[in-house]
């Protein structure tokens, strides 16, 4: 459906020139939602401007649904209006001059063969019913919550029956409790609708729930992309394990190998961690992320625990969390609710499962 | 504790003492400047006979003044011609403006800043000097614009234009206001929110579609305050249809007032002029409410988000050929042409077109003569003092009213707020006239008529302009900021001198800089309430037009050209810098 290949696009300021996107390529299948994650300022936004034909890249070629839109090489540039995208804003852009009906009808009505009032008023009514605000439909636009607004502009990015639908963090606006809300709808509303969409945020659960797939960016590069469980439990190096929340990353060298496990010296012991595939050879310098949730903390010596002091202790409301002291080291470890409590200062053992530390590639 | 509160209250009494102070003073001084003058206009409406002051002994209460003035046709041919003027200056004037903005703000065009001095330079020039400058452009026989038309067309006789005519006064008045649209329309459009035109292109609509169906219905309130304040600011324009629409038989309310305070035969009808005021400042306070409810609405339509980067450019293509000659052409008759006609006139006493027809021999003449009359040596100074001395009124009154409507609790606010932002409302010739009659009035009291000091009263009335930009800024800053300043441990003076004054400082600045232009440019003022013994240079520039004298009006016009730019020039340097 999108197709996007060695896309450039740098920005000339008056402090020099900002490479926000570097040389990116990737691809967005039919009836596919595909998200662009990652940090701020990483080129998400500028990725999908490109893709609207809201900026002009560099270089690089865009086609959607095998139509090029953009083209260095065959300098070819489709403007935004001959586009088949429908885009929902950041800001959401509901044009405060017209009311919910006509905001969305709009779209029908300024491309080419417009549909004639009764269809117009057919699909509206059909649109807003979808988002779940038919009620909506006379109120003027400059009286609604966040929430409605989001869903109006939803409303008319659906109406076109656009080929690909552009999403440019829709829920960033709205409370944490309406966003998670919103992200079932949406996910729901996707599969119902069978829509192709590029869709960008900047949090991590989002870009779970809602994708097939995940393209994570990070300073205008991509810095990997696959299935939701895939990014998320098999992070490739040090970036994306912080970005993941692998929450403590601890540096070490190989020392060797076996049954499946890397071995890996980290000072205060050695720790067997999975590989994820890639290869490393003896010696060589390496990451060791571990989740909080893959440490125990017990006050009994065990197998393989090492000991520890407890530095403070959070109360999460579904567990709790420990930040402990081992050697130079800082771990954030997450308990269980029922499991035994901790005060400040107490001299425990950790426990790490290996299964759950990932060996990484250090990034210079 | 018991210490610790007693202390408190011994600060916070402090600084209402303190802000007390200032704030009567500065009510007192707003009240006294814009609303007595006005009083006595009201009173001297409804008193008779009409060539008498109004607490002249004899006089009697009476609507024969206003029996006088709507008389038809009279009063029909006053409203025709008023408002065909107005309406015709603000079309050409939101066309030209709104389309320069619009280029500059939301396409590829190249050299903007070409477009901003073509746009903005005139500001620069009083109108009247404008007003001389096309007279010499579009002169019936010999004008610039006329023989190049004629010689291009191979067009026998004069024309095709004459400038004393009713198009005449609108394409004056209209290039006149084309920096105010330009400046308002590209403020409009750099505060709408780029989502809002980037939405509608993806929802798959042509550029010209998404300006009529976005761009212009969302800044409608803006683009309509525009439209009202333009129309506003033309039927109060005095320069213009005093010198051009005479020539036209065209009578406007600016110049029947003025007439009727400078009959060519008898006195002065007091009564008369004071009664045609009163209708066109009912006229000029009906637009005036229009123009804030749109202010109002326009504000509710709040445009503006938080993504500070440039939004989207139109690539002009093929067309941007097309759209620089459109910005060389305006840049041509704004700002070349006039600077041309008048150094021509000013050195050769007369103008003529150059390459086409003979040139008379340079001469100094007209430098000498303006150059030795003691009235234009005098006119300088006095004239730097009125516009300086009232920008500085103007600007402390109306930071301090501005503070005050933004900030306090004050009851009276709303009140304070109507009057210091409708000032802007009451015609300048309405505004002279009631100057003139207040101050005749009580002569006997009060001593100032016929001194330089009541042009300093009467330039301090415009408190609007100062207040707007006070008002806009003040309300822009956080309260937080002061807070933060108390929260750090400054008392109230430490967080006035330290926080507040820097931080207000820079809209100090600009509005003692555009009140004091606004005042050097001003014409109608001094002509109306001006003396002998008090001369001042627009004034004289208007005697000379009067008589003839086109040569040492270039001149003149010349010299204050130069002044203001040096002025301006230096004002922006060290005021700026100091700012920073
Ligand atoms: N119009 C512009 N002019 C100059 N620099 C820009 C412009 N737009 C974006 N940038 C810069 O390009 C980089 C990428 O910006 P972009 O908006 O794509 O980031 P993002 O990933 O969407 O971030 P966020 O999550 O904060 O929205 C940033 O460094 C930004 O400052
Ligand atoms: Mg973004």
Redesign the interface.
């Known amino acids: 459906m999108l197709k996007v290949e060695n896309l450039v696009k740098s920005y000339r300021t008056v402090h020099g020139t900002v490479q926000a996107v570097k040389k990116v390529s990737f691809e967005v299948g039919t009836g596919e939602i595909v998200t662009l994650l990652g940090p701020s300022g990483c080129g998400k936004t500028t990725i999908l401007r490109c893709v ?4 002009r890249p560099d270089s690089g070629t865009i086609s959607i649904d095998g139509e090029p839109v953009f083209s260095d090489s065959a300098r070819r540039y489709v ?5 088949p ?3 929902v ?5 509901i ?4 009311t919910v009906a006509e905001n969305v009808a ?2 029908l009505t ?2 080419r063969n417009k549909p004639n009032k009764r269809e117009i008023a057919d699909r509206v009514a059909h649109a807003l019913e979808l988002v779940r605000i038919p009620e909506l439909a006379q109120r003027s636009a ?1 009286l609604l919550s966040g929430g409605q607004q989001q869903r109006v ?1 939803v409303a ?1 990015a659906l109406i ?1 029956k656009a080929k690909l639908i ?1 999403f440019d963090e829709p829920l960033s606006n709205l409370d944490a409790k309406l966003r998670e809300e919103m992200r079932i709808e949406f996910k729901e509303l996707f599969s119902r609708e069978a829509v192709s969409a590029l869709y960008v945020t900047h949090d991590l659960l989002e870009a779970l729930v809602l994708s097939h797939r995940v393209v994570v960016m990070n300073s205008g590069n991509i810095a990997q992309s696959g299935s939701p469980r895939d990014v998320y439990s098999h992070p490739r190096d040090e970036f994306m394990a912080d970005f993941m929340g692998a929450g403590n990353v601890i540096e070490g060298k190989v020392a060797g190998e076996s049954n499946g496990f890397i071995q890996v010296d980290v000072g205060f012991g050695t720790l067997s961690s999975a590989s994820n595939g890639q290869s490393f050879s003896k010696g060589q310098s390496v990451i060791v992320a571990i989740r909080p949730e893959a440490i125990t903390l017990s006050g009994d010596v065990g197998l393989l625990s090492f000991p520890c002091r407890v530095l403070t202790d959070a109360f999460l409301g579904t567990g709790m969390e420990y930040l402990i002291a081992l050697q130079e080291h800082r771990l954030r470890v997450r308990m269980p609710p029922t499991a035994a409590a901790f005060d400040i200062d107490d001299e425990a053992f950790i426990n790490i499962r290996p299964e759950s530390c990932v060996v990484l590639q250090r990034l210079n | 504790m018991s210490v610790m509160s007693s202390q408190e209250s011994i600060l916070s009494g402090r600084r209402i003492s303190l802000t007390w102070v200032i704030q009567a003073a500065a009510v007192l001084i707003l009240l006294y400047l814009v609303s007595v003058p006005l009083f006595m206009n009201l009173v001297t409406a409804f008193r008779g006979p009409p060539e008498s002051l109004p607490l002249d002994p004899g006089t009697f209460f009476t609507f024969d003044n206003f029996k006088s003035i709507y008389q038809f046709p009279r009063v029909l041919t006053i409203f025709r011609d008023t408002f065909a003027f107005a309406l015709g200056s603000v079309a050409l004037a939101f066309v030209f403006g709104f389309t320069l903005a619009f280029l500059v703000e939301r396409t590829d065009m190249p050299f903007k800043t070409v477009v901003y001095v073509t746009a903005l330079t005139p500001l620069m020039m009083p109108t009247i000097v404008v007003v001389l400058a096309w007279m010499f452009m579009l002169g019936n026989s010999g004008g610039l614009i006329n023989v190049l038309i004629r010689t291009v067309l191979h067009l026998p006789g004069t024309g095709p234009f004459d400038v004393f005519s009713l198009y005449g006064m609108i394409i004056i008045q209209g290039a006149s206001l084309i920096p105010l649209a330009f400046l308002f329309s590209s403020s409009a459009l750099k505060g709408m ?1 780029p ?2 035109e ?10 010209l ?2 300006l009529r ?2 761009t212009l ?2 800044l ?1 309130p803006h683009l309509l305050s525009l439209l009202i304040l333009m129309f506003i600011l033309s039927i109060e324009t005095f320069e213009v249809p005093a010198l051009v629409g005479v020539g036209a038989q065209r009578q406007v309310f600016a110049t029947e007032i003025y007439w009727s305070l400078n009959p060519s035969i008898g006195l002065p009808q007091y009564g008369e002029a004071a009664s045609l005021a009163l209708t066109f400042l009912a006229i000029a306070y009906f637009l005036f409410f229009e123009y804030s409810r749109q202010m109002r609405d326009a504000a ?2 709040a ?1 503006v ?1 938080g ?1 500070g980067f440039r939004p ?1 450019q139109i690539e002009l293509g093929r067309w941007k050929a097309a759209a620089f000659a459109f910005v060389a052409v305006i840049g041509l008759v704004q700002v070349v042409f006039p600077i041309v006609v008048l150094l021509m006139a000013s050195f050769m006493n007369r103008f003529v077109v150059p390459f086409l027809q003979p040139l008379p021999p340079l001469t100094l003449h007209a430098y000498r003569d303006v150059l030795t009359d003691p009235r234009f040596l005098a006119a300088i100074p006095n004239t730097i003092f009125v516009a300086g001395t009232s920008a500085f009124i103007v600007s402390t009154v109306s930071s301090a009213i501005a503070w005050l409507v933004g900030r306090s609790s004050f009851p009276g606010r709303k009140l304070l707020d109507f009057i210091a932002s409708s000032s802007v409302t009451v015609p300048s010739v309405v505004v002279a006239f009631s100057f003139l009659i207040f101050y005749l009035s009580i002569v006997d009291w009060l001593p100032v008529y016929g001194t330089i000091w009541i042009l300093v009263l009467v330039f301090s009335y415009r408190m609007t302009v100062g207040y707007r930009i006070n008002l806009a800024a003040i309300t822009q800053l956080s309260r937080e900021l002061e807070e933060a300043s108390e929260a750090s441990g400054a008392a109230w003076p430490t967080t006035f001198r330290r926080i507040v004054i820097p931080l207000i400082m820079p809209s100090f600045v600009a509005s003692f800089l555009l009140v004091f232009f606004l005042g050097f440019r001003d014409a109608t003022l001094p002509l109306i309430i001006g003396s002998r013994d008090t001369p001042m240079l627009t004034p004289l520039i208007w005697e000379h037009i009067q008589v003839g004298e086109l040569g040492p009006a270039a001149a003149e016009s010349v010299i204050s050209l130069i002044i203001m730019l040096i002025i301006g020039t230096l004002m922006r340097k060290f005021l700026f810098g100091y700012v920073k």
């Open positions: 609207a034909g809201l900026e403007p935004t209006h001959a586009r995208i429908a885009m804003f950041q800001s959401y852009a044009w405060p001059h017209m709009y779209p300024v491309g400059t502009a008319r076109r552009l | 929110a989502s809002f980037e939405a509608s292109a993806a929802s798959g609509a042509f550029f579609t998404t169906r976005v219905p969302v409608r509710r339509f445009t988000t993504k989207r």
